[in-house]
């Protein structure tokens, strides 16, 4: 009996798992593209779930462990427990929360290793964690993989702003967001593929602890599907408050900039999974957009808020292991134990939601950021329109005037006035 | 410990990766623009976009392990 109900709670902390996953890293491809324009947040946030949902399945190749050899498993080391797993999983569920309320864009699978750490501790003791595996494959790559990032945005973003430097009257750096589209969906395919995994090992770990699948299984189709629509699901959910702290937050981003910083995530990601040497696409991403950032001339970064984020993601991984060593202290009780855990994190997770909701509402800031973002005519934009006479400023456009919903001129809400002239909504 | 040589192979790669599909883009678009419009920069404009097709394409082969086994 008791196992049965430990499955069942692992099943449905992993799959919450899985949709946090998935709006916490929504961002990561969709955040410049939604900035610049390149797509409506409703059109980015539908390409990302969807390219989740079919790398999902797209990838045969499950993760063996779980933890990733920071827990010494197996012959000689510890036996990880279907009570630890979810233990561990709380920690990771109610770390990726409290990041998410505060717009932080944190590595979800170092809070799954943080959880883990945390209840395999308490669980079996600190000899059972491999520290050596900890620096190296998670505290190293922290500095060197938004480091490397930023590089390679730095350097794509000055040779593309080098390359289209303009020559006459024209400038043809609107035509980066088409580019756009197709650099942030890679990040989103390659995104399905790698972290459905975690998920779906995740489970196939515990069904095969609790003796409903034999040992060495392949996940069942059952399992592969619901982690497919579970992060899906969150994607589409969309995490607004991070897609606003990369869209916005560090620094504002041009289609030069975005399509550069998108096409750096793209290769740094693509070559650290097939070259063997392992990189957070988190940070990656963060990494990609300061280098973007500071590839502009002119351009700020808000380093306060770049220090914020560095900050989490040092901080993600021992506090993920803190709260999932003390669910595993709970766990520990036995059943009494996991329902309190279950009703605590629930209840955790419900308070993070609620409090959410007292601060401005996410769709409306998302709204925002694609109001400003979009709402900039450019240079040429302004001509077309004063050529017309339909745009009546004292300079005659020279400078491009940024448009508020609520202070729209007359002339954009004119009858007939094309699509294009009026902020998007 | 971390495997220095493995890590300074991915970042030159994508240094390399990124800067080349991020040229061929830029100098697409920078073609498009040319003023008058000549067929040559049109044909060199939509070469380089065909370029960075490929390109993607090579990122979805990499990505769908299916593919290259």
């Given at each position: 009996?008791?196992?049965?109900?430990?499955?069942?709670?692992?099943?449905?902390?992993?799959?919450?798992?899985?949709?946090?996953?998935?709006?916490h890293?929504?961002?990561n491809a969709?955040?410049?593209?939604?900035?610049?324009?390149?797509m409506?947040?409703?059109?980015?946030?539908?390409?990302?779930?969807?390219?989740?949902l079919?790398?999902?399945?797209?990838?045969?190749?499950?993760?063996?462990?779980?933890?990733?050899?920071?827990?010494?498993?197996?012959?000689?080391g510890?036996?990880?427990?279907?009570?630890?797993?979810?233990?561990?999983?709380?920690?990771?569920?109610?770390?990726?929360?409290?990041?998410?309320?505060?717009?932080?864009?944190?590595?979800s699978?170092?809070?799954?290793?943080g959880?883990?750490?945390?209840a395999?501790?308490?669980?079996a003791?600190?000899?059972?964690?491999?520290f050596?595996?900890?620096?190296?494959?998670?505290?190293?790559?922290?500095?060197l993989?938004?480091?490397?990032?930023?590089?390679?945005?730095?350097?794509?973003t000055?040779?593309?702003?080098?390359?289209?430097?303009?020559?006459?009257?024209?400038?043809?750096r609107?035509?980066?967001?088409?580019?756009?589209?197709?650099?942030?969906?890679?990040?989103?395919?390659?995104?399905?593929?790698?972290?459905?995994?975690?998920?779906m090992?995740?489970?196939?770990?515990?069904?095969?602890?609790?003796?409903?699948?034999?040992?060495?299984?392949?996940?069942?189709?059952?399992?592969?599907?619901?982690?497919?629509?579970?992060?899906?699901?969150?994607?589409?959910?969309?995490?607004?408050?991070?897609?606003?702290?990369?869209?916005?937050?560090?620094?504002?981003?041009?289609?030069?900039?975005?399509?550069?910083a998108?096409?750096?995530?793209?290769?740094?990601?693509?070559?650290?999974?097939?070259?063997?040497?392992?990189l957070?696409?988190?940070?990656?991403?963060?990494?990609?957009?300061?280098?973007?950032?500071?590839?502009?001339?002119?351009?700020?970064?808000?380093?306060?808020?770049?220090?914020?984020?560095?900050?989490?993601w040092?901080?993600t991984?021992?506090?993920?292991?803190?709260?999932?060593?003390?669910?595993?202290?709970v766990?520990?009780?036995?059943?009494?134990?996991?329902?309190?855990?279950a009703?605590?994190?629930a209840?955790?997770?419900?308070?993070?939601?609620?409090?959410?909701?007292?601060?401005?509402?996410?769709?409306?800031?998302?709204?925002?950021?694609?109001?400003?973002?979009?709402?900039?005519?450019?240079?040429r934009r302004?001509?077309?329109?004063?050529?017309?006479?339909?745009l009546d400023?004292?300079?005659?456009g020279?400078?491009?005037?940024?448009?508020h919903?609520?202070?729209?001129?007359?002339?954009?809400?004119?009858?007939?006035?094309?699509?294009?002239?009026?902020?998007?909504? | 410990?971390?495997?220095?040589s493995?890590?300074?192979?991915?970042?030159?790669?994508?240094?390399?990766?990124?800067?080349?599909?991020?040229?061929?883009?830029?100098?697409?678009?920078?073609?498009?623009?040319?003023?008058?419009?000549?067929?040559?920069?049109?044909?060199?404009?939509?070469a380089?976009?065909?370029?960075?097709?490929?390109?993607?394409?090579?990122?979805?082969?990499?990505?769908?392990?299916?593919?290259?086994?």
């Open positions: 009996m008791e196992i049965a109900l430990l499955v069942v709670l692992v099943i449905v902390v992993a799959l919450f798992f899985d949709f946090t996953n998935g709006f890293d929504t961002a969709m955040a410049t593209p939604i900035a610049t324009g390149a409506t947040p409703r059109v980015a946030v539908t390409v990302a779930a969807v390219l989740n079919v790398g999902a399945f797209l990838s045969t190749e499950v993760a063996k462990t779980v933890s990733g050899g920071i827990i010494r498993e197996g012959d000689g510890v036996q990880i427990s279907p009570a630890m797993i979810f233990a561990g999983l709380i920690g990771a569920v109610v770390w990726n929360m409290i990041t998410w309320l505060r717009g932080l864009p944190s590595s699978s170092h809070a799954l290793f959880g883990l750490i945390g395999a501790v308490v669980g003791g600190v000899a059972s964690v491999d050596g595996v900890v620096l190296s494959k998670v505290v190293l790559p922290a500095l993989a938004p480091l490397t990032a930023a590089v390679v945005a730095y350097t794509a000055r040779l593309a702003y080098a390359i289209t430097r303009r020559q006459g009257e024209r400038s043809e609107g035509g980066f967001r088409y580019g756009q589209v197709f650099t942030s969906s890679l990040v989103s395919l390659a995104h399905g593929t790698n972290d459905a995994q975690k998920t090992g995740v489970i196939t770990l515990t069904l095969i602890a609790g003796g409903f699948l034999s040992a060495g299984a392949e996940p069942p189709f059952w399992v592969i599907t619901v982690c497919a629509l579970a992060i899906a699901l969150g994607t589409y959910t969309g995490g607004w408050r991070i897609i606003k702290t990369l869209g916005g937050g560090l620094t504002e981003v041009k289609p030069t900039q975005g399509f550069s998108e096409a750096s995530t793209t290769a740094t990601i693509l070559a650290s999974s097939h070259l063997g040497f392992a957070s696409t988190t940070q990656v991403s963060s990494g990609s957009i300061i280098g973007a950032g500071l590839g502009r001339r002119g351009a700020k970064i808000q380093w306060g808020t770049a220090g914020k984020i560095v900050a989490a040092f901080v991984l021992p506090a993920s292991a803190a709260v999932g060593a003390v669910a595993a202290l766990a520990s009780l036995g059943t009494p134990g996991l329902v309190v855990d009703v605590v994190g209840a955790v997770v419900g308070g993070i939601f609620l409090l959410s909701r007292r601060t401005p509402p996410e769709q409306q800031t998302a709204m925002e950021v694609d109001v400003a973002a979009t709402s900039v005519l450019s240079r302004v001509r077309r329109l004063a050529r017309r006479g339909s400023t004292p300079a005659g020279v400078e491009a005037p940024l448009l919903l609520d202070d729209r001129p007359p002339a954009a809400v004119a009858p007939g006035a094309p699509d294009d002239e009026e902020p998007r909504r | 410990m971390i495997d220095w493995a890590f300074l192979l991915v970042a030159l790669v994508a240094l390399v990766a990124a800067s080349a599909l991020v040229s061929l883009y830029s100098v697409g678009l920078r073609l498009l623009a040319t003023e008058p419009r000549t067929t040559p920069a049109t044909a060199g404009a939509w380089c976009f065909g370029l960075c097709a490929v390109g993607v394409l090579a990122g979805i082969w990499l990505i769908v392990p299916a593919l290259h086994g």
